[in-house]
């Protein structure tokens, strides 16, 4: 296998900043260390987003159940964010109604109370603003919810995000713009400190070989791993993180057919919230569970108890759809990056974030939410910018324009579709048409997914195995269980990889046969 990049490491080069961590978290930092002109690197042992940052709730929201902590600064700054997300990447963050059921009198005045909160921290919105329904017009909308005791519902606006797709855009959007080095399944071994500088050792687990990195600062961006990393290269016995795991279970929109998130109660005597979330491919994700996790961080699957206590939620507020296990197309679980607060339950912890010195050459960024990841990165830059100042440089735009593509040669109803899907970057995908016409050959009938999107997440994302394109690109994964050419989309997609990443004969075997076994593993009833 060889290495798609045009960033080729010079021994003896020195870079200001080294970012450990390719999660959303350290895309933040990447982005603004980028924007403000730092000679910047960015590791991940893995793919990027392969960790939380694939498995998050997919919500860009400001995390309205916070103001019961009385959180309004981390309110407020993600409804910020949010906005900024919808205005920035609309093609990956869209508007999303959130529906709430009242079941109790003074639920209304309370939940009334605190949309007027929500919406007053971020006046200047473009969202709609929040409607109740009395009970006869919340059945008319949705004749599925439970009735009993029934008294209204409230409706409201947030965003839903692709989470793995917006990291990953956002770092190449880094390289490309910014001139910032990016490298996926390079992972750090060890660590050495010197007076004026960092010397790292790594792994580069695509071309199989050792690479050191020398840089001024290192920033530890490496969410649920952050304790892990720092006692591995600082035999540090400290513990800052408190991981908590959050289970999703993936439905068809067939099965719930929901237009909207609801937001309901578990009902287990725990007063934890679930979400509907409709999504891509025609599916719907609920969840999530918030159960705390002591045990190794890559080793986080979903338990059988963690579907069923979704589904006894799913079955209390939406009794006539008769959902069982056998309308589980595929679970995932992911791991909050939360801050250690003793005698406090990993629901009611905040998700606020916390930055600090482990010494004068290492950062460490820790905890917040997916919708914050920008701010995050500006503050933890400038905390970096006031040991190393710099001139900031102008951000130099490029890359392709549209008008410079010859549409007239590719289907109207191709353009837009992609166009939908990829915005600025889709000229990429076009050439790549023009090129070769096979290319616009549909991946599989059941979805609107083409060979040339596979060729451009190889050529452009720093894609080297199956999962991450069909996982973390395509968001195929969460619905391969239950399609029967299974085998047929897996070989497709081996083909182009095995062409466009160098693979051997043993390795399109191989990758083959380990993405099977992984996706068998998404559904616990097969």
Known sequence: MKRRTHQPLKADFLFDILIVGGGITGTGVLLEAGKKGYNTILIEKGDFASGTSSKSGKLAHGGLRYLQYGHFGLVREALKERDYLLNTYPHLVKPLKFLYPIYRSKLKFQFFLGLCVYQSLNIFSDLPGFKYFNRGKTLIKFPSLNKKKLKGSFMYFDAVTNDARLCSEIIHESINTHSTTALNYFELISFEKHEDKIKVMCFDHIEGKAVNITAKYMINASGPWLDELSQKIFSSTSRFTAPSKGTHIVLSRNTFPFDCSLLFSAKANDNRWLYSVPWENNTVLIGATDTDYSDQIDKAKVDIADDEYILNAINHIVPALNISRDDIISSFSGIRPLLRHEKISSKDRSREYKIWWTNDQVLNVFGGKLTGFRSMGEKSMNMIAKKCPIDSRPIQEKDHILNDIDFNELPEDFVKLIKEKYANESPKIFEICLEDPTAMDKLHNEFDIYLAEIIYFARH??????????????????????????????????????????????????????????????????
């Open 461 to 526: 994302q720093s894609c080297y195995h199956i999962e991450d394109v069909l996982g973390r690109r395509l968001s195929l994964s969460y619905v391969m269980t239950k399609v029967k050419e299974q085998e047929e989309i897996v070989k497709k997609t081996a083909d182009i990889l095995k062409i466009e990443c160098g693979w051997n004969e043993q390795e399109y075997v191989l990758e083959q046969k380990n993405y099977i076994n992984l996706i068998k593993e998404r559904n616990l009833y097969l």
